[in-house]
């Protein structure tokens, strides 16, 4: 008897007519020649069609070895999460798009699954087919996954626990996938590398408070399939990160995509020819990513035309103004209403699980419109360093927990404004040495007092300014009242 036959006479009932079944399959795919095999397979399956066991089974590759099974590869990836020290070969291969090595079980090894009580059996196989091909004498392996249960369990396979194994095994897929980082280029065709960003939000500096917050939306949101299904809303959030340059914008959504496993969209908005194509752009996209617009207030003039009242539009055509102002003359660029019509109209809904992000260093340049709530779900300042947010940079940057000139830098960040991106440069080790920390914290430490004497001063030329502007409008207030009475008087 075969070794997989060996195994399933120990597993009761199931065990032993699996047995006798995978020990008549392996005689028939030993021992007879191609043709002779698939006759007498078909014969056989069909008298086992008569047996208590019903047997489903999952081909590598659909139609005509074209395209790879998603539902094979998502059964493989679950099974291959299951454990694998029971067997004596697997197969070892680069999961698609994927760097990591996934062992699974090779063909003629099984395994028994339990699920609400039920032992199901998972058997893999594997065919050699002669390839007829002209260009080619080689044998394709046919491989297969198949499940075989107690008719007893029908219901509850087919229902319940296939659903449950492609979730868990698709949920493994995208896990273990290279995510990407596309951008659009000319033409209206998105072009990608793989992303490899290290930043996450545990090397993010910031408020821990905040940076909670806007974890618990991300998670809120991953798990979120039921509840916007319940109320009726496409599966999709808005972000709008904002603040001054050099605040950690892009490196947020690299954690974001980083932390939600997504692939990242880099929509670059003044290269898209016209709303249609932005359309077509939206479209291509797949569910599970972040679509960005950086600096969306530099992208294009889309608060200028929404706010141009028609009757207006029509006098500066007639003036010959050559601002283009209807639709037609703005056929190859986008409007704001076509980009309204991207973040929440009917094609945005076409795809699931979604974030779009908008980032601008002057959120008050931009139309209400496109911020509010509802389409920029969520604004989130990303403001100049803190204490708290100096920490996980030390920590990153000089391995530093703690250290005695932490003192006197903590009061210093309440007095001053400083981004993460000038702290982050000032930190980075120079000599690689034990001294290494010492120097950088001293040389932040003068950079910030430097900038407080700088901030002080200013502050003092800024008000000596104002008191001179007060006082000269007081004088000339004066001059105009002294000559007011004058003219009464001489009246
Ligand atoms: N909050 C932060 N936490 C950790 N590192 C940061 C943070 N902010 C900035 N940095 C560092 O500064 C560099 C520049 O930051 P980033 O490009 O994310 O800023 P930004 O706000 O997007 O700037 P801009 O508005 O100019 O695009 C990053 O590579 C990162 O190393």
């Known amino acids: 008897m075969s070794r997989m036959a060996e195994m399933w006479t120990g597993v009761g009932p199931l065990g032993s007519s699996i047995a006798s079944i995978m020990f008549i399959y392996t005689l028939i795919e030993r021992y007879f020649p ?30 005509d070895h074209l395209q790879r099974n998603v539902a094979y590869s998502a059964i493989e990836a679950y099974l291959s999460s299951k454990s694998t020290k029971d067997f004596k070969r697997l197969t070892a291969q680069l999961g698609r798009n994927s760097k990591k090595l996934v062992l699974t079980m090779d063909a003629d090894e099984s395994m028994i699954d339990e699920f609400r009580g039920a032992k199901l059996c998972w058997v893999a196989t594997k065919t050699l087919r002669e390839n007829k091909s002209s260009y080619s004498s080689s044998a394709d392996v046919k491989r297969a996954l198949t499940l075989v249960f107690h008719q007893r369990y029908r219901d509850m396979v087919t229902e319940v626990y296939l659903n ?24 209206g065709y998105w072009s990608h590398v793989v992303l490899d960003h290290p930043a996450t939000f545990d090397n993010i500096a910031m408020d821990p408070s905040k940076k909670k917050e806007i974890i618990e939306d991300l998670v809120a949101f991953g798990k979120g399939k039921q509840y916007y299904a319940k109320v009726g809303k496409a599966w999709k959030r808005g972000y709008l990160l904002y603040g001054p340059p050099g605040t950690g914008k892009s490196t947020m959504i690299a954690a974001i995509a980083n932390f939600m496993n997504y692939d990242i969209y880099d929509l670059e908005l003044t ?44 006098k500066d055509s007639k003036k010959g103004d050559k601002q283009p102002t209807t639709d037609q003359n ?30 601008t260093n002057y959120k008050e340049k931009l139309d ?19 204490f708290e947010g100096f920490k996980i940079l030390a920590k990153n940057y000089l391995n530093l927990d703690s250290h005695h000139l932490f003192e006197t830098l903590c009061p210093l960040f309440n007095e001053t404004q400083i981004t993460p991106a000038d702290v982050a440069e000032m930190l980075m080790p120079k000599a690689n040495d034990e001294d290494d920390a010492e120097i950088c914290l001293k040389d932040l430490i003068r950079a910030l007092e430097k900038r407080k004497a700088d901030a002080r001063l200013k502050a003092e030329e800024d008000a000596r300014e104002k008191s001179l502007t007060k006082e000269g409008e007081a004088k000339q207030n004066e001059s105009s009242s002294n000559g007011a009475n004058e003219e009464d008087k001489s009246n």
Not at 39 to 56: E, G
Not at 167 to 177: D, F, P, Q, S, V
């Open 368 to 386: 209400p419109a496109l911020i509010r709530r509802g389409r920029m779900d969520k604004h989130i300042e990303l403001s100049y360093c803190c």
């Open 34 to 63: 191609n043709r002779l095999r698939s006759y007498i397979l078909n014969y056989v399956n069909r008298i086992l069609a008569f047996t208590t066991n019903i047997r489903i089974t999952v081909h590598e590759y659909t139609g």
């Open 330 to 359: 703005v056929d190859n660029r986008v409007t704001l209403s076509g980009l309204l019509n991207f973040i929440d109209g009917l094609w945005s809904t076409c795809g699931r699980e979604r974030l779009i992000v908008f980032t």
């Open 164 to 187: 449950h194994v492609m979730e868990k095994g698709m949920a493994i897929l995208t896990r273990n996938r290279q995510r990407k980082l596309y951008t659009n280029c000319r033409y």
């Open 271 to 314: 290269a898209v020819q016209g709303n249609s194509e932005l359309r077509k752009l939206l479209l291509e996209t797949s569910n599970k990513s972040v679509i960005v617009i950086e600096d969306i207030d530099c992208s294009l003039g889309l608060t200028r035309k929404r706010d141009i009242p028609k009757d207006k539009e029509e």
